[in-house]
C-alpha cells in the first residue's frame, strides 16, 4: 500500500512560480512510476507530467517548457516546479503513483491517488 500527500499549492499571479510536493510512504514507494494530473472546475482530470524511477521525464504539452518533474529516491517525494504559470494552469493538482507497467498519460493506470493540493492563478 501506497499513500501520497501532496503539499505546496497556492494563490500566485500569472508569470509566477509554485512547486508542489507528493511525499509517498511505503517501502516500494520508490520503485513506482509517478505522475502529476491536474482537474480544472468543470474538466477531466489530465495529464501534466510523469517519471518513472530512474527514467525520462514525459510531459503535457501545455507545459512543456515551463514545468519540471522531479523525484527523490531517497525520500520517496516527488516534485513540480511550475514556472511562468499562466491562468490556465488553474486546477487541483493530483500525485499518481502505480505498480504495473501502461501508458504514463492514462489516469487509469494509476492505482494510488493523493488528495489534491489547489494552485490558483490570477491574471
Known amino acids: 500500500q501506497v499513500q501520497l500527500v501532496e503539499s505546496g499549492g497556492g494563490l500566485v499571479q500569472a508569470g509566477g512560480s509554485l512547486r508542489l510536493s507528493c511525499a509517498a510512504s511505503?517501502?516500494?514507494?520508490?520503485?513506482?512510476?509517478m505522475a502529476w494530473f491536474r482537474q480544472a472546475p468543470g474538466k477531466e482530470r489530465e495529464f501534466v507530467a510523469a517519471?518513472?524511477?530512474?527514467?525520462?521525464?514525459l510531459y503535457a504539452d501545455s507545459v512543456k517548457g515551463r514545468f519540471t518533474i522531479s523525484r527523490d529516491n531517497d525520500r520517496n517525494t516527488l516534485y513540480l516546479q511550475m514556472n511562468s504559470l499562466k491562468p490556465e494552469d488553474t486546477a487541483v493538482y493530483y500525485c499518481?503513483?502505480?505498480?504495473?507497467?501502461?501508458?504514463?498519460?492514462?489516469?487509469?493506470?494509476?492505482?494510488?491517488w493523493g488528495q489534491g493540493t489547489q494552485v490558483t492563478v490570477s491574471s
Open positions: 499518481a503513483a502505480r505498480s504495473l507497467p501502461g501508458p504514463p498519460m492514462a489516469a487509469h493506470t494509476y492505482n494510488y
Open positions: 511505503g517501502r516500494t514507494a520508490g520503485n513506482y512510476a
Open positions: 517519471r518513472s524511477s530512474g527514467g525520462t521525464p
